[in-house]
């Protein structure tokens, strides 16, 4: 093998057929090179079938902090003839494909131009050599550990985690498997491509996580005790990591029979006292309309996370859409004070989980975190986060010992009014949907609703500078400005900074309460910039309508929906060409 030159920055992409193990072996890599001392930052995109279709796993390792997927890949890995068919035409000048032949389903020896193509027979050696095709994609993993200089003895510890709980003899024929691979490589292939990936530091403390688990792990951190939800893709993993974690913190969890049953546990769950929460995605939140409503009327905390996919309906169930922030914001019926704040990254979903909870807590409203198919599958590393640090926010609670009257939805200088907890001496209120007193009985008259709906919308004034998580990155003399949201951030900091290398000026702002808009800094971004372009995964432009709809700004509108995020160079191209 001739020394390769070392590189700073790979992305490695497997195509394969659902069932055949394609994203256990990216989580492997991934998980390994994590251990090695990388950054890394995944993508996946699979069927919704449990067998067959095309699955894909893309990682993406640096030595430094990575913010999106990236764009392309360097490497592609093709266990199959369709995954070479859908990435044949990506492959460009400096790339390597890594492919199943002979012996497989791929039909011919491949020649590119420009691409280094390495033959490695995973179906055969799995079948003939270990008698089990199952393993072929461990042995693809040990072809890809040996060009590219991932650590086999990781990906040893990851197969021991992984596979531990199936038996020995499945951990020990993954073992040969990877070995098998590995000296494939070393006996027939002369690697020519440069990438090679050096180990990094391994800082202390660095875990993996995916979205949908940091989601769950914020919540914990927030003090949530109860979660109840009905599985849905993509956000199922949140409730199974939930359900590992919440009954070590003496909290509960309920998988309810539908959306709906799941939302109205989570209100009554508040209600008594317990920080509460449920997750979803599209379908999930049409349902839970009524009663996010119901939450938004009885000043009930409680967080509802959706994890966004392709839709309407059953839609696209496993793709990648931004497309319910404006159901998220405006989907209640009549006028519902509700907070909706999104993540940019995994460890984003951490940290705004627990302010998602702290908002809920303090306002009494209903708080929807929007994370998305791309980040609710996404793994990332991170540094550990020290609950110590944390700022976590208790509802304020009505004193019996002060004595008075205890009026539930008595009308505060601040709007919020202590809540009791049931069983509280002279607690005791009506905890209903319909309009009400102060004391909490229900009251229709104009002067009543007019007072209580001020107070519901009123107690939100000052929730920008609580919730201050709108970062402004302005550019002095840039007349471009870009405002995105959710996942769409990371790729946009990407490309802005791609273009700043060039020489061009240009400004961002990364909103992450996107309902109600952060006014404050969004008018001061707006007043700085000639032109705004808003990029976002939905066809009808949402938060670009939410804001033309809050400031009359003239927004250009940059809207995909493929199923796919954005790249990085395709946000790049875009600004530079409205910029012009
Ligand atoms: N040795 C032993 N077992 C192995 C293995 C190996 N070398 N490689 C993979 N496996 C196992 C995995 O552990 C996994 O088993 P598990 O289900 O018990 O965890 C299984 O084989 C599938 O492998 P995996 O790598 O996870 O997935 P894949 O790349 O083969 O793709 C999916 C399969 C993910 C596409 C498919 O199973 C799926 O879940 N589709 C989505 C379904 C969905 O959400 N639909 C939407 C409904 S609305």
């Known amino acids: 093998m001739t020394v390769a030159e070392k590189r700073n920055d790979l992305i490695i992409r497997f195509g394969g057929e659902g069932g055949e193990g394609v994203i256990s072996s990216g989580d492997m890599v991934s998980q390994a090179a994590v251990r090695s001392g990388l950054e890394v930052l995944t993508f996946k995109t699979f069927p919704a079938e449990i067998r067959g279709g095309y699955a894909m796993y893309q990682t993406r390792f640096s030595h430094d902090k990575i913010m999106s997927e990236g764009t392309g890949f360097d490497v592609m890995v093709a266990f199959n003839q369709e995954a070479l068919d859908n990435n044949v035409k990506l492959l460009s000048e400096g790339n390597v494909l890594v492919y199943d032949y002979p012996g ?34 461990m042995v693809a993993m040990g072809a890809v550990a040996e060009l590219f200089a991932i650590s086999m003895e990781q990906i040893r510890g990851t197969i021991q985690s992984k596979f531990g709980k199936k038996g020995s003899e499945v951990v020990e024929v993954n073992f040969k498997a990877l070995d098998a691979g590995r000296d494939h490589v070393r006996n027939n292939i002369k690697k020519t491509d440069p990438y090679q990936m050096d180990p990094g530091k391994t800082a202390a403390n660095t875990i993996i996580l995916s979205g949908n688990d940091a989601v769950g792990l914020g919540a914990l951190l927030a003090g949530c005790k109860y979660f109840s939800a009905y599985p849905i893709t993509p956000a199922t993993e949140v409730a199974i990591f939930l359900s590992r974690h919440l009954p070590k913190v003496n909290g509960a969890l309920v998988q309810a029979e539908d959306e709906i049953a799941s939302l109205a546990n989570v209100i009554g769950a508040s209600f008594g006292g317990l920080k509460s929460m449920t997750a979803t995605s599209g379908p999930g939140l049409s349902l839970m309309q009524e009663l996010i409503g119901m939450a938004s009327m009885m000043e009930t905390p409680l967080v509802i996370c959706d994890v966004q996919r392709g839709g309407p309906s059953t839609g696209l169930p496993t793709k990648h859409e931004q497309s319910d922030l404006l159901l998220a914001a405006l989907g209640c019926h009549g006028d519902a004070s509700k907070v909706v704040i999104s993540p940019e990254g995994v460890e984003d979903c951490i940290y705004l989980t627990v302010e998602a909870f702290n908002v809920a807590e303090k306002y009494q ?3 929807l975190i929007l994370s998305d198919g791309s980040l609710g599958f996404r793994t990332a590393s991170m540094k550990q986060p020290d609950p110590k640090s944390l700022r976590i926010v208790n509802r304020e609670l009505y004193n019996p010992s002060n004595g008075g009257e205890f009026k539930r939805y008595k009308v505060t200088e601040s709007g919020v009014s202590p809540m009791s907890l049931p069983g509280m001496p002279g607690g005791a209120y009506i905890c209903a949907s319909l309009e009400h007193a102060e004391s909490s009985a229900p009251r229709y008259t104009a002067e009543n609703h007019t007072m209580m709906t001020d107070k519901r919308f009123g107690k939100l004034k000052d929730l920008e500078d609580f919730f201050p998580a709108t970062e402004a990155d302005v550019q002095e003399g840039a007349e471009l400005g870009v405002i995105t949201w959710g ?16 020489g061009m000026k240009i400004s961002a702002l990364y909103p992450k309460l996107v309902w109600p808009l952060p006014m404050k800094a969004l008018n001061a971004f707006l007043a700085k910039h000639k032109k705004i372009i808003v990029p976002e995964v939905n066809k009808q432009g949402q938060l670009a309508k939410i804001i033309r709809m809050e400031t009359g700004a003239d927004i250009i509108s940059y809207a995909i929906y493929g199923g796919m995020p954005f790249s990085p160079k395709m946000l790049a191209d875009k600004f530079k060409e409205v910029s012009k």
């Not at 590119?112 to 193509?117: D, F, N």
């Not at 179906?123 to 089990?132: H, M, N, R, V």
């Not at 996942?487 to 060039?502: F, Y």
């Open 104 to 137: 497989g389903d791929i039909a011919e020896e491949q020649k590119i131009p420009g691409v280094t193509c390495y033959a490695v027979p995973m179906t055969k050696i799995a079948k003939e050599d270990l008698g089990t095709l199952r393993s072929k994609n």
């Open 365 to 367: 409203v209903p708080v």
């Open 487 to 502: 996942s769409t951030i990371g790729v946009a900091r990407e490309a802005v900074a791609d273009l700043r290398k060039t």
